[in-house]
């Protein structure tokens, strides 16, 4: 469940003014950096998930905001911009004659693993609509979603994408929603038609849209499921009940109505004359209230759910979250709270390899011979190992670029036989190999850590090709250079800086 974050800071932190840019670089945590607010003749803050940090003790000037104004793009009719190619948003505020006396410059993540936890309901086909309060990474995860239905299982993704927030700012959108293709919106009033835009003229299989706010977006989002067309979207809301309560977004949960019932109905059901009824189908299948960035509640059947939250009845969700070791943990609650069934999913032991210019027939053969049990899967994400032949690890093809991005190991064959597999898998998964491997690589980062300090270079203990490999790639993904010298069975890694 490891998860990798893409942020471009530098992109962010160069249109900022010198000095600010300066000061800021000098603070320890920028990795959970949030905003960097500029307000005139006010003191410039740098905000963070445990507080706000005074950046400087000079108050912001005109020329401040001035200086990150003629560094990014124009502002929108939301009052938004951004910096191309990247996922951060600068917002203004003005005053009366429109001149910009405040700006907010928000750090954008692209944050990869976030879609692990709801991914089995995503590609399930159905739609899902994502609710939680702002900040808690909704838009975030739907990036993680496009990139896994476009890339993972080949569909046919369009996101539309209102103020550039899902794909970042200008024309080639963000490499975080993968092949996916995006649909910019001029204004924000514009995107139900753009929606409807989408479904019309390219054919999509799912469509993915930011922040459902209006009735037109609510009828739009209904029309493109009616359609056939899987809807992946977020709405205003931390809750279920709460969208029950929203005479505009209602619509997406199937609408809410009075009814008026006879006599004889109304002492049946035990009820007063006049209730509250669901009008129809709901227009998302799957709603996920996202409680926490590794927590959120489920509602696997929305018509259900909304039906019991009228009539007043128990009804069963389910809450999911990550626990400290990666593993996905699952409740199935009742609405009273009391845990009916608690379950957690079971780790997978089996190595799951995705094969990229292998033969799988050879591969299958190899692990019969050599009694090892693998899962070959067509689906990147859900590989813990990438092999491939050094011919295309050479080339570097996008999938490996994937893989790299993504933190799975990838193990380089020379040659596509059966002699070349039957040694792979002895070097992965005979059981006598793992505390060698688990020393090797201890050693390694001690190196890798005594080289970052000023050492000039550390040779390590001779190991075997297997070995070895996992040596160069550790280093390389320390920005370190590595080199193997001697002769077997002397054969050695030596790190150091370039």
């Avoid at 990014?72 to 951004?82: E, K, Q």
């Avoid at 190595?351 to 070959?376: C, H, M, T, W």
């Avoid at 793992?434 to 090797?440: L, Q, R, V």
């Amino acid at each position: 469940m490891q998860q990798v974050v893409a942020d471009d800071l530098d992109a962010l932190l160069n249109v900022l003014p010198p000095h600010i840019r300066q000061l800021l670089s000098q603070q320890p945590d920028n990795s959970e950096l949030l905003e960097i607010v500029l307000d005139l003749g006010r003191l410039p803050e740098a905000r963070y998930p445990h507080g706000e940090v005074i950046i400087d003790h000079r108050e912001s000037s005109g020329a401040d905001i001035e200086y990150v104004v003629s560094r990014i793009s124009c502002f929108s009719g939301d009052n938004r911009a951004g910096i191309e190619r990247t996922l951060h948003r600068i917002s203004a505020m003005r005053n009366r004659e429109e001149k910009i006396i405040g700006l907010t410059c928000r750090v954008g993540r692209a944050i990869f693993g976030t879609v692990n936890i709801i991914q089995d309901l995503v590609e399930s086909g159905k739609s899902v609509l994502l609710l939680g309060r702002p900040g808690i990474g909704k838009t975030t995860m739907l990036r993680e979603v496009a990139r896994v239905l476009a890339d993972d299982l080949k569909k046919r993704v369009i996101v539309v994408d209102t103020s550039n927030e899902i794909a970042g700012d200008g024309d080639i959108p963000h490499p975080a929603i993968g092949h996916a293709r995006r649909m910019q919106v001029a204004t924000p009033n514009m995107q139900h038609a753009v929606m409807i835009e989408a479904v019309e003229n390219h054919m999509p299989e799912v469509i993915i849209v930011d922040e459902i706010g209006t009735s037109l977006e609510a009828d739009a989002a209904r029309t493109i499921a009616e359609r056939g067309v899987q809807l992946i979207g977020t709405a205003h809301g931390n809750n279920l009940e709460n969208l029950v309560k929203n005479p505009i977004l209602s619509d997406l949960i199937g609408g809410i109505q009075t009814v008026t019932l006879g006599d004889e109905e109304a002492r049946r059901r035990r009820t007063q004359k006049s209730v509250l009824e669901r009008k129809g189908p709901p227009t998302f299948d799957i709603v996920v209230e996202m409680q926490e960035r590794d927590k959120v509640i489920v509602h696997p059947d929305v018509g259900e759910t909304v039906d019991a939250t009228l009539h007043g009845t128990p009804h069963k969700t389910e809450v999911r979250w990550i626990d400290k070791d990666g593993t996905i943990r699952k409740d199935e609650i009742v609405a009273n709270g009391i845990t009916v069934k608690k379950e957690a999913e079971p780790k997978k032991e089996t190595p799951r390899i995705y094969l990229f210019g292998v033969n799988r027939a050879k591969l299958e053969e190899a692990s019969r011979d050599r009694q090892v049990p693998i899962e070959i899967t067509p689906n990147l994400r859900e590989a813990n190992i990438l092999l491939t032949t050094k011919n295309y690890y050479r080339r570097k093809p996008q999938k490996l670029r994937d893989a790299e991005s993504a933190r799975i190991p990838i193990y380089a064959i020379k040659s596509n036989n059966l002699a070349q597999l039957r040694q792979c898998l002895d070097n992965l998964f005979v059981p006598h190999k793992d505390k060698t491997i688990s020393a090797a690589m201890e050693e390694t980062e001690k190196a890798i850590a005594s080289v970052q300090e000023g050492k000039g270079h550390v040779e390590l203990s001779p190991q075997n090709a297997y070995i070895r490999r996992l040596q160069h790639l550790l280093a390389e993904r320390s920005d370190l250079s590595s080199r193997s010298l001697g002769k077997e069975p002397t054969r050695r890694v030596r790190i150091l800086k370039e």
